[in-house]
C-alpha cells in the first residue's frame, strides 16, 4: 500500500492546488479535484439570481465542470436512483421532467424526489452556503425545463414533448438546429444541467468557489460510514468500500480498488468481510486518487492505456527514465553539443544536466515511478512500483545514461539532424527492437522491461539485445534513415550488455582491439566507404556491403570474397584515391589470430566495429575536405 501512501502525501503537499482548473494545450484541462468531488461535461448552464429566480441559460459544449459527489452517486449505473448533490442530469434536476416527455423506468422511485430532498438536507444544514440555498429554492419550484424551453435552449415538438432527435422537418417548424444538438449530450432528456448563481458578494462560478467545495465536504463528512482502522494512515477514520474510477481519462472504467465479488473467492475463505483484507479510509482513497488522476493528466505518458508516471513527492521537476539524453538537456535547458568527438564532452553536460536536479537534497525527497494498465474494463492493476531516495534515483539515471550511451543522429532541431551522445529513449529502443510499424501493446510491454534496467540497474533482456542486432544485420530491409537510427541504438545496447560483462567498448576506433568480429566490421566499413566514394552523392542505391550484410553477419568468411571481388571495379575508377583504404583492408586482415578468418558467425562487436571504422573514415574525409 505504499503507492497510496505516498499519493495521499502528494495530495497533502499540493492542497494549494486543490480546485485549481490548468489548461494543458488547447483542448486539454486538468485540476487536483477536492475530496467529494469529480468531473462530469455539461451540456446546459442555469444562472439564477440571488434570491433563487431563474435568470438565464445557454447551452454548452461538453464543458468540463467540477461537480459534488457522493460515494453512491460515482458508482451509479442501470436504472439506479443515485443523484448527484447540486448538478445532474435533467431527469434528477427538473421536476418537470415527466410533464415534457421523460421517461423514468421506475416510478415508484422517481430520481427527482430524491435528490430534492438530499438538496434539501445539505441547503438546510448548517454548512450551507447561499448559493446552495438559493438552487434549491429555484429547483424546488419544479419549473426547470419550462423555464429552459422559454429560453430557448430546449425545444418542444407539436405536442409538447421534448424532442428526442432533430430533424429536418423540425427547421421549417421551429428554424435553424438549436445549440443543444450540438453539444455532446445524446438526446435533450440527457443533458448534464450545472447551475450557477449571479450573487453580489460572491463572484466566482459556483464550480470554482472554494466555499462551496468545504461546503459540501463538511456536510457529506456527517454522513459518511462507521469509523475503521485505515491501513494507510494508521488512524481510524470514517472507511470505505467504493474507490473511485476515471483514474486515467473520463471514460475510464476500471478501478485499482475493489472488493465487489461477495458470491466468488476473491476473500472467502480468508476473510468474512473485505474490510478485514484491507481497510482504506474515505479521506485517503479521495486524496490518493484525485492526486493520481492530477498527475496522470499534468504528467504522465500513456501508450494504449497503460500509464508510466514519474513524480517527486517534493513537487520538484525530475527526468522521467524513458527520456534519451536531448530530452533531459531539453528539460534542463542545456544547449546541445553539436560535434561530440569521444562523447565524453556531450556526456559531461548529460551529467550536469541530471545534476542540476540534485539541488537541495538536505530533507531527503524521494521520486517515485508507477505503471499502471487494466486487462479489463473494470479492474486495474499496478504493473511496476518504486519509491527511491531522489539522489540514488539521479545516481542511477546517470549510471544508464552512461553506460547505455552511443552516438547518435536521427534526432532532429527546427532546421536539421543534430548529433548526440547518450542513451536513446525506451521507445526508440522498442522501434529499434521491433520496427516502427510494432503494435502499442508490444512497446508498451517493452517499456515496461525496460524500467527495472535503469531504475534498479539490471540487465538488458538478451532477447532485446538479439532482436535490435538481428535488425541491424538487415539494412535492405528498411530506409536507409531507420536502418541508421536502428544501427546506433543497437550499438548503445550492445555496449550496455558488455559493460554489464566488465567489458569496455567506445565509440571511437579501438584500432588495437583483435577480437574477430569487430575487425570483421570493421572490414565491412571499409568496403561501404570505398564503393560509396566510387558511386558519387547523386547515387542512392545501397552499396554491396549494405547488401550483403545479413549473409556477411552469418557467413563472413565466405561473404567477404564476394564483397571483395565486387569491390574491384571501384578500386579502378578511384585510382590513387583507393589506395589508402586498399591499404587499411590488409592492415585489418594483419590483425586477424590464426585461423580466426572463418566463416563461424559474428558477434554483436560486428556492429561496433563497423559503426567506429565508417565514422572514422568519414571523420578523415571531413577533415582532408576543410584543409
Known sequence: MSWLLHLYETYEANLDQVGKTVKKGEDREY???????????AHIEVTLDEDGDFLRAKALTKESTLIPCTEEAASRSGSKVA???????????????????????????????????????????????????????????????EDLVDAGVLKLDENQQLIEKWEKRYEELLGEKPAIFSSGATDQASAFVRFNVFHPESIDDVWKDKEMFDSFISFYNDKLGEEDICFVTGNRLPSTERHANKIRHAADKAKLI??????????????KTSREAVGISYEVSQKAHNALK???????????????????????????????????MKHANRELERDPDTGQIFAGEVKKAIGGYRSDLNYQPEVHILVLDSATTGRMAVLYYRSLNKELYLNRLEAWHDSCAWEHRYRRDEKEFISFYGAPATKDIAFAAYGPRASEKVIKDLMERMLPCIVDGRRVPKDIVRSAF??????????????????????????????????????????????????????????????????GKDETRATNAIRYM???????????KTIQESLQPYQAKLGTKATYLSKLVDE????????????????????????????????????????
Request: proline share 5%.
Open 470 to 535: 538481428q535488425r541491424a544485420s538487415n539494412p535492405v530491409s528498411m530506409e536507409r534513415w531507420e536502418w541508421e537510427k536502428t544501427l546506433s541504438i543497437t550499438c548503445a545496447l550492445i555496449r550496455k550488455m558488455h559493460i554489464e560483462q566488465k567489458e569496455e567498448w567506445g565509440v571511437p576506433l579501438d584500432k588495437s582491439s583483435t577480437d574477430r568480429s569487430y575487425l570483421f566490421g570493421r572490414l565491412l566499413a571499409v568496403a561501404d566507404v570505398l564503393e560509396r566514394g566510387a558511386l
Open 550 to 560: 545479413n549473409s556477411y553477419s552469418k557467413n563472413p568468411g565466405r561473404t567477404w
Open 258 to 271: 475493489s472488493a465487489n465479488d461477495n458470491s466468488g473467492f476473491t476473500f472467502r475463505g480468508r476473510f
Open 294 to 328: 492530477w498527475l496522470i493528466h499534468r504528467q504522465s505518458k500513456s501508450i494504449d492505456d497503460r500509464v508510466f508516471l514519474v513524480w517527486s513527492n517534493d513537487n520538484s521537476l525530475v527526468p522521467n527514465p524513458d527520456e534519451d539524453a536531448v530530452d533531459i
Open 83 to 145: 443523484p448527484y448533490p447540486l448538478h445532474d442530469k435533467l431527469s434528477y434536476v427538473a421536476g418537470d421532467f415527466v410533464k415534457y416527455g421523460g421517461k423514468i423506468k421506475n416510478q415508484d422511485d422517481a430520481p427527482f424526489d430524491t435528490y430534492i430532498k438530499n438538496l434539501g438536507e445539505w441547503a438546510n444544514s448548517p454548512y450551507a452556503t447561499e448559493k446552495v440555498k438559493c438552487i434549491y429554492t429555484y429547483l424546488k419550484k419544479g419549473r426547470l425545463i
Open 31 to 41: 485540476t487536483l479535484l477536492p475530496i467529494s468531488h469529480t468531473t462530469q461535461n
Open 588 to 627: 585489418i586482415g594483419d590483425q586477424f589470430e590464426p585461423g580466426d578468418f572463418n566463416n563461424n558467425p559474428l558477434t554483436e562487436q560486428y556492429l561496433l566495429g563497423f559503426y567506429s571504422q565508417r565514422r572514422e573514415l568519414y571523420k578523415k574525409k571531413e577533415e582532408e575536405t576543410n584543409q
